[in-house]
């Protein structure tokens, strides 16, 4: 299994431009997250996914789409990119058991710098 | 709204042992989770607390007393590899679900 993989490793965005972050696992989970990571910040929520077709805003959605068309994919959408946005993404993965315990797996991560 | 608050940064010596508190104030609790983070890489897991006491893995243990909102990560033996980024992070109620609150991580510097 490779786990959770992410494109691209790292990018530079002018103001104003468009990009889709991906994200996809092989673990077949239900549960699907997008964080950020801010120098010195804790790991904040921008959004999560239940399952295929249901995605949620976390704590810092501004400025962020997603979508879950499959169980694999969970694709970040920024649409018009600001400096506020520049960041590492980590996009993480879980299933629940008969418990409700989890353990969220995580990416490599995507470096994005918007200029 | 939700607290956790851990040391910024520590420093300790090889083959010691050292442990990194973390305190947290949420609303709800399901579960504490420590992860550790490589400079420039993902968070892996490390333990998991969901019930009061200490969990032993190898030279890593993990405790929580939830009457007082604190856990703390014991590392034994420390080695060069340790030097490491440790994240505390709290299961709790978000919008009829649960998430993880991330605390701001404590750097480990393990030195000869």
């Known amino acids: 299994n490779a786990g959770v993989t992410q494109t691209p490793k790292f990018r530079i965005l002018k103001i104003g431009q468009s990009m889709t972050l991906q994200c996809t696992q092989d673990m077949n989970h239900n549960y699907m997250y997008w964080y950020r990571q801010d120098p010195g910040m804790g790991l904040k929520l921008i959004y999560y996914?239940?399952?295929?077709?249901?995605?949620d805003k976390g704590e810092v959605p501004n400025g962020y789409n997603v979508s879950r068309s499959t169980t694999e994919d969970f694709p970040l959408r920024l649409e018009l990119a600001a400096p506020s946005q520049t960041s590492v993404y980590f996009c993480a993965s879980s299933h629940r058991d008969s418990y409700h315990q989890e353990t969220q797996y995580f990416g490599p991560g995507t470096r994005l710098l918007v200029l | 709204g939700q607290n956790i608050d851990q040391p910024t940064e520590m420093t300790a010596t090889e083959g010691a042992i050292v442990q990194i508190n973390c305190t947290y104030q949420?609303?709800?609790?399901?579960?504490l989770f420590w992860y550790q983070q490589h400079a420039g890489e993902a968070p892996t897991f490390l333990s998991y607390n969901v019930l009061d006491g200490l969990e032993e893995k190898g030279r890593f243990s993990s405790f929580l007393s939830r009457s007082k909102g604190y856990s703390y990560l014991l590392l034994k033996e420390l080695q060069m590899k340790d030097s490491a980024s440790y994240l505390c992070a709290v299961r709790a109620p978000w919008a009829g679900s649960y998430q993880l609150t991330f605390g701001k991580g404590t750097k480990l510097s393990v030195i000869p």
């Open positions: 996914s239940v399952g295929a077709g249901i995605t």
């Open positions: 949420t609303s709800g609790f399901n579960g």
